[in-house]
Structures are given as structure tokens and as C-alpha cells.
């Protein structure tokens, strides 16, 4: 997924078209977003517990992913993003438009992580033998 927190994305589609805000949590498993002031919605609540008094609270959903886009720190125009593997093989999300490189480094791929962490193995000699 392209976007991460605290990216400042803006509203493509629906209610809050043209609206921006700043992503609070990233759900990949639903390809959604949270985003802080978009896509609020009122829930009416009975007394609980946790909120004796009830009421109608205001929830900030998800929104798909496919309706926002990130805004470019350099411009502050909206851009698509891509990724750009650096000759010491770190990953680097890059702007497409201004080629302007993220301020945080992407998180490296699974492939290229070195597995470091091998399981000693034991000689046949060094086993436990059980009582006879």
C-alpha cells in the first residue's frame, strides 16, 4: 500500500470531496484509511457502562483507499506515488510528478532481508538418549 500515517491526503470522491487531512491509521487488509476529519458519521448510542449518559457520538470510518490521493510535501498538489530501489537496496517512495523523495524510507522487502537467524543445528552425538 502506497499511503502511510501521517500522510496528508486529499478526498476524491463522495461527501468530503476536496477535503484534506492527515492519515491516522492504515487498514491494508481492506485496502482503507482512516483520515482525521473525514468521513464522520453520527452514532446514536444507548447508556453503557463506559458511557452512562448515551447520546450521539461523532466516528470517524474508513474511506477506500482508491478515493484519496497524497499531496506532495514539495508542492502541495496531489501526486501518485511510486517506489525506487537505491543501488544499496533500500526502498524509497518517490513523487512522481516532482521526483521528490519521501522524507521517511519505505519499509524493505521481505525478499531482501538477509536470514541471519539460522537454527544451530545438533549432531546425532549431542541428543539426549532416554533411560533403557
Do not use: W
Amino acid at each position: 500500500m502506497k499511503l502511510r500515517k501521517d500522510d496528508k491526503v486529499i478526498v476524491l470522491l463522495g461527501k468530503d470531496k476536496g477535503k484534506t487531512g492527515k492519515v491516522t491509521a492504515v487498514i491494508p487488509g481492506e485496502n482503507k484509511v482512516l483520515v482525521e476529519g473525514i468521513n464522520v458519521v453520527k452514532r446514536h448510542t444507548k447508556p453503557t457502562d463506559k458511557l452512562p449518559r448515551g447520546g450521539i457520538l461523532d466516528i470517524t470510518k474508513p474511506i477506500d483507499v482508491s478515493k484519496v490521493m497524497v499531496l506532495d510535501p514539495a508542492t502541495g498538489k496531489p501526486a501518485r506515488v511510486g517506489f525506487q530501489i537505491k543501488p544499496d537496496g533500500t526502498k524509497e517512495r518517490v513523487f512522481k510528478v516532482s521526483a521528490n523523495h519521501d522524507r521517511k524510507p519505505a519499509k524493505a522487502d521481505k525478499s531482501a532481508k538477509s536470514t541471519d537467524k539460522e537454527s544451530p543445528k545438533v549432531a546425532p552425538s549431542e541428543t539426549k538418549v532416554g533411560k533403557k
